[in-house]
C-alpha cells in the first residue's frame, strides 16, 4: 500500500466510525438533504433537489468524504439561490469533496444555480463523469455594443489564496493530482473548469462552451492531458465592427508555473483568447521559470477576439493548429525557444506575432490572407510596467530579439510576409511565397539577416513531429458542427455572456450607425415569429417571418434614445438564456431594447500631485484658498473614459489628475438605473444629493475596475449630475450608465 495514503486512510476510518451517517449499500435509492455527509458508494434518488445554501457561511449543501467512494447522482439536479433572478446573484457551493478524501467518483450529477458547483482540495485521483453544472453564477457584463465598459475586464494573475473563486466556478479544484474529468458539460456560465496545482490529470471528452470566463483554467499545473474537449465561445469584450477586447476571457487559460501539458485535438474557437499561456508573477520578479515544455497540437483556436494563441515569457510547442480570423494568429512576446510548425493560418492581421523573442524556430507554416504572416520585433526602450503588475523580468533576463529559423513556410496573398525590427540573427529559407505584396520587410536596425539554404536543417525541420493524444476509449470529434459558425461575426455578446443559438434573439447590426435607419437580424431554431409591440421606431420592413431573417426600420427622432421591440416566438424546442427549457410549440417572448438618456456634459481636467494636496485624505477635492485652472475641457454627451499612464494634455502626459464632469439632462418621469465604473476613487451626486461614494481606492484589493449600480426614482423634468472623479497614477476609468430601471 501507498504509504503517503495511509494517515488520510486512518482519518477516515476515524470520521467513518464517528459519523452518525453511515449509509446502506449503492443499490437503496438514497433522497438527499440538505447537509448530508456522503461516506460510502451511494446511488441518490433521481430528482430535483431545491436547496439555498447558507449566504453568511461556506458550508456546502452536500459533503462527500471517504477512500474508494462512488456516488451516483443518477441525473438528480441540486438547484440553489431560488429566490434569485439573476446568475450574479447566485450563491454558495453545492458540493464539497473535503481533503479527507481519495480515489472518489461523482457521476451523473446536475447542479445550477450556485456560485461553485463542485470544490474539491486536497483529493487524489478524484473523477468526474457525466455531469452538468451548467447555469451556475456569472457576472452581469456593463459593456454595450457601443462601449465598452472596463469593469468587465477579469484578472487572473494571483490565486495563492483562491483568489479565483471571486468569480465563481464550475468546478474548481486545488490540490488534486490524477484527476479525471470526463464527458461533462458547462454552459451558461463564467468559468468552467479551475485547477491549482493539480498535476497528472485527464481532462477529455468535455463540452465547457458558450460560458462568459474560461473554459480550462490552469494555475501551477503540471503534466496534464486536454484532449477531444469542445471550449468554444468562452468570451467577453467583444462587439463585431466596434471594439475586439477579449477582457482576459480564454477557451484555455495557463498561468504560472504550469509546465508539459498536452493540449491534443479541442476545438477553442469564438474565445476571448483561444489559448492564453502566461509564464506567472514569479518569473516577472525573478526571470527564472515560466509555464514550460508545454505542447499545444492539433487543435482549432479559431475566431478569437485577439489572439488565437497567447504564450508569452515561456518555452513550449505549438504544432498543427488551425487559427482563422483572430487579430494575432500567435502572440508570442518574449517567448524563447520555442516551435510553431506546421500550423495554418487564415485572415488574421498578423499571423505571428514576436516582441523580444529568442532561439524560436518557425517552420513548415501555411499563411493565407493574413495581413501580415511573421512579425518580429523589439522595442526601443522596455515598458516601465507590463501588465501592470510588476517588472524585473528585464533587469534579469537577455530579452533582445535575435537567433530565429524561418525556414519552409509557404505565404499566400499577405499584404506583408516577414517584417522584422531590431532583431538580430534570422534564417529565413526554403519558403513558398505566392502573390505576396511584399516578402520581407526590414531596415537598418536588423543584423545578421541570412537567407543561405542549410540542407541539415531543412532536414531536422522536415521530420513530422509525432504526438500521441491519451490512450482513450471512443474519444468524441470536437470540431463536429463547428463550420457553421464560422467567423467572430457569430459572437454576440449579451449582459449575460455570448448568446448560444438555442433561443431566439433580435440583434442589431449597426449599433454606432447614426443615421437613424436600424438593422436587425432575427437568429434562433427553426420556427416563426412576430412582433407583438414596439416603441421609439417606424416604418418596419417586416413585422413576422419565419427564421432566419433580416428587418429593418427607422429610429424616431428625438435627442434620446428609448426603443423597445418585442417579438413572440413559436416553434422548436428552445433553451432560454438562463437555461429553462421551452417546449415545442410553446410561444416565447423575447426583446430588444435600447436606453440612451443624454446629457449636456461639461468635463473639466485638474493636474494632481498628492505629494502637496490629496483630496482622498481631506474629502475635498481642492485645497482651500487655491484657485485651480483646468488642464483639459471637452463637451460630451456621455462619460465613457478609460486612459493608460494619463491624460494626454498640450503640455504633455499627466498621470495624477482630477476629473470634475457636470450636465443636466432633460429626464422622464420613472425609475433609473445609475452605473458607475471607475479607477481610483468616484463621488456621484444627482441634483447636488451625493448618491455614490467610492472615495477610498484600498476598499478594492484587485486589479479590476470596480462598478457599483443604484437605483432612483427621478421626477419629469431637468435633472443635474455631478461626478468628481481621482486618478493616483497607472491605469485610469472613468464611465457612467444610466438605464431605465425595470
Given at each position: 500500500m501507498n504509504k503517503k495514503i495511509l494517515p488520510g486512510l486512518l482519518l477516515i476510518i476515524t470520521s467513518v466510525a464517528l459519523n452518525a451517517q453511515v449509509h446502506k449499500s449503492a443499490s437503496t435509492e438514497k433522497v438527499l438533504k440538505k447537509g448530508l455527509v456522503i461516506t460510502s458508494d451511494t446511488k441518490i434518488k433521481k430528482a430535483v433537489y431545491k436547496f439555498d445554501a447558507d449566504q453568511n457561511s461556506e458550508e456546502p449543501i452536500i459533503l462527500v468524504e471517504g477512500y474508494r467512494v462512488t456516488v451516483d447522482f443518477n441525473n438528480a439536479t441540486l438547484q440553489g439561490s431560488n429566490l434569485k433572478g439573476n446568475p450574479n446573484e447566485f450563491y454558495g457551493i453545492a458540493i464539497v469533496i473535503t481533503s479527507h478524501s481519495a480515489n472518489v467518483t461523482i457521476k451523473n450529477l446536475k447542479v445550477r444555480g450556485y456560485k461553485v458547483a463542485l470544490l474539491a482540495r486536497d483529493v487524489p485521483s478524484l473523477t468526474l463523469e457525466n455531469c452538468d453544472f451548467s447555469y451556475n453564477y456569472r457576472q452581469r457584463l456593463n459593456s454595450t455594443q457601443e462601449d465598452e465598459d472596463m469593469s468587465d475586464w477579469m484578472s487572473y494573475h494571483r490565486n495563492e489564496n483562491d483568489e479565483w473563486l471571486r468569480y465563481g466556478a464550475a468546478i474548481y479544484l486545488r490540490n488534486c493530482n490524477m484527476s479525471i474529468i470526463r464527458n461533462c458539460k458547462v454552459t451558461g456560465g463564467q468559468n468552467a473548469l479551475m485547477m491549482t496545482n493539480c498535476n497528472d490529470g485527464l481532462i477529455v471528452n468535455n463540452d465547457f462552451s458558450f460560458n462568459s470566463g474560461i473554459g480550462i483554467g490552469m494555475y501551477r499545473c503540471s503534466y496534464n492531458d486536454v484532449a477531444y474537449n469542445k471550449l468554444d465561445f468562452n468570451v467577453r469584450g467583444y462587439s463585431d465592427g466596434v471594439y475586439n477586447r477579449g477582457q482576459d476571457s480564454a477557451g484555455i487559460l495557463v498561468y504560472e508555473q504550469s509546465?508539459?501539458?498536452?493540449?491534443?485535438?479541442?476545438?477553442?474557437?469564438?474565445?476571448?483568447?483561444?489559448?492564453?499561456?502566461?509564464?506567472?508573477?514569479?518569473?516577472?520578479?525573478?526571470?527564472?521559470?515560466?509555464?514550460?515544455?508545454?505542447?499545444?497540437?492539433?487543435?482549432?483556436?479559431?475566431?478569437?477576439?485577439?489572439?488565437?494563441?497567447?504564450?508569452?515569457?515561456?518555452?513550449?510547442?505549438?504544432?498543427?493548429?488551425?487559427?482563422?480570423?483572430?487579430?494575432?494568429?500567435?502572440?508570442?512576446?518574449?517567448?524563447?525557444?520555442?516551435?510553431?510548425?506546421?500550423?495554418?493560418?487564415?485572415?488574421?492581421?498578423?499571423?505571428?506575432?514576436?516582441?523580444?523573442?529568442?532561439?524560436?524556430?518557425?517552420?513548415?507554416?501555411?499563411?493565407?490572407?493574413?495581413?501580415?504572416?511573421i512579425k518580429l520585433w523589439a522595442r526601443k526602450e522596455q515598458p516601465a510596467d507590463p501588465m501592470a503588475i510588476g517588472w524585473g523580468y528585464e533587469k534579469l533576463r537577455d530579452t533582445r530579439?535575435?537567433?530565429?529559423?524561418?525556414?519552409?513556410?509557404?505565404?499566400?496573398?499577405?499584404?506583408?510576409?516577414?517584417?522584422?525590427?531590431?532583431?538580430?540573427?534570422?534564417?529565413?529559407?526554403?519558403?513558398?511565397?505566392?502573390?505576396?505584396?511584399?516578402?520581407?520587410?526590414?531596415d537598418s536596425t536588423v543584423t545578421n539577416l541570412d537567407s543561405t539554404r542549410d540542407e541539415i536543417l531543412m532536414d531536422k525541420f522536415s521530420v513530422d513531429s509525432v504526438i500521441t493524444g491519451p490512450g482513450i476509449e471512443d474519444p468524441r470529434d470536437p470540431f463536429k458542427g463547428m463550420g457553421k459558425l464560422a467567423g467572430r461575426k457569430n459572437i454576440l455578446m449579451t449582459e449575460w455572456g455570448p448568446y448560444d443559438f438555442r433561443?431566439?434573439?433580435?440583434?442589431?447590426?449597426?449599433?454606432?450607425?447614426?443615421?437613424?435607419?436600424?438593422?436587425?437580424?432575427?437568429?434562433?431554431?427553426?420556427?416563426?415569429?412576430?412582433?407583438?409591440?414596439?416603441?421609439?421606431?417606424?416604418?418596419?420592413?417586416?413585422?413576422?417571418?419565419?427564421?432566419?431573417?433580416?428587418?429593418?426600420?427607422?429610429?424616431?427622432?428625438?435627442?434620446?434614445?428609448?426603443?423597445?421591440?418585442?417579438?413572440?416566438?413559436?416553434?422548436?424546442?428552445?433553451?432560454?438564456?438562463?437555461?429553462?427549457?421551452?417546449?415545442?410549440?410553446?410561444?416565447y417572448v423575447f426583446s430588444f431594447i435600447k436606453f440612451f438618456q443624454p446629457v449636456d456634459w461639461t468635463v473639466n481636467w485638474f493636474k494632481l500631485d498628492t505629494s502637496a494636496y490629496n483630496p482622498l485624505t481631506t474629502g475635498e477635492l481642492f485645497a482651500p484658498n487655491v484657485r485651480m485652472i483646468p488642464v483639459k475641457t471637452e463637451k460630451a454627451e456621455k462619460l465613457v473614459y478609460a486612459w493608460w499612464g494619463g491624460i494626454k494634455t498640450d503640455t504633455g502626459l499627466i498621470s495624477q489628475f482630477i476629473t470634475m464632469a457636470e450636465g443636466s439632462g432633460e429626464f422622464q418621469q420613472g425609475d433609473y438605473e445609475f452605473g458607475m465604473t471607475w479607477d481610483d476613487a468616484v463621488r456621484l451626486y444627482v441634483d447636488n444629493k451625493l448618491v455614490i461614494n467610492e472615495w477610498n481606492p484600498s476598499n478594492y484589493k484587485f486589479d479590476e475596475s470596480p462598478h457599483k449600480t443604484i437605483k432612483l426614482t427621478l421626477n419629469q423634468g431637468v435633472h443635474h449630475l455631478r461626478v468628481e472623479h481621482v486618478e493616483l497614477g497607472g491605469f485610469a476609468a472613468l464611465a457612467l450608465q444610466i438605464k431605465k430601471s425595470g
Open positions: 509546465n508539459n501539458n498536452l493540449f491534443y485535438k479541442n476545438s477553442v474557437t469564438h474565445s476571448g483568447d483561444g489559448f492564453f499561456l502566461w509564464a506567472g508573477q514569479s518569473t516577472m520578479d525573478s526571470g527564472q521559470g515560466g509555464c514550460n515544455d508545454n505542447i499545444i497540437f492539433g487543435n482549432d483556436f479559431s475566431y478569437a477576439t485577439t489572439n488565437g494563441i497567447e504564450a508569452t515569457f515561456s518555452r513550449n510547442k505549438i504544432l498543427n493548429n488551425r487559427v482563422f480570423e483572430c487579430d494575432n494568429g500567435i502572440w508570442g512576446g518574449y517567448s524563447y525557444s520555442t516551435e510553431m510548425a506546421n500550423n495554418q493560418f487564415r485572415n488574421n492581421n498578423v499571423a505571428i506575432a514576436i516582441e523580444h523573442g529568442q532561439e524560436n524556430d518557425i517552420h513548415h507554416n501555411l499563411f493565407f490572407r493574413d495581413k501580415t504572416a530579439s535575435k537567433d530565429y529559423k524561418l525556414v519552409a513556410n509557404s505565404y499566400n496573398d499577405n499584404k506583408i510576409a516577414v517584417d522584422i525590427v531590431r532583431t538580430d540573427s534570422v534564417k529565413i529559407f526554403g519558403d513558398y511565397v505566392s502573390n505576396a505584396g511584399q516578402f520581407l520587410k526590414f433561443s431566439p434573439i433580435i440583434w442589431n447590426t449597426n449599433p454606432t450607425d447614426t443615421s437613424g435607419i436600424m438593422q436587425f437580424v432575427i437568429k434562433g431554431p427553426a420556427g416563426k415569429w412576430h412582433i407583438k409591440s414596439y416603441e421609439g421606431i417606424d416604418s418596419l420592413s417586416a413585422k413576422s417571418g419565419t427564421f432566419p431573417a433580416t428587418i429593418t426600420s427607422r429610429k424616431v427622432r428625438g435627442e434620446g434614445t428609448d426603443i423597445s421591440i418585442r417579438l413572440e416566438y413559436a416553434g422548436d424546442e428552445i433553451t432560454t438564456p438562463m437555461g429553462h427549457t421551452m417546449a415545442k410549440g410553446k410561444s
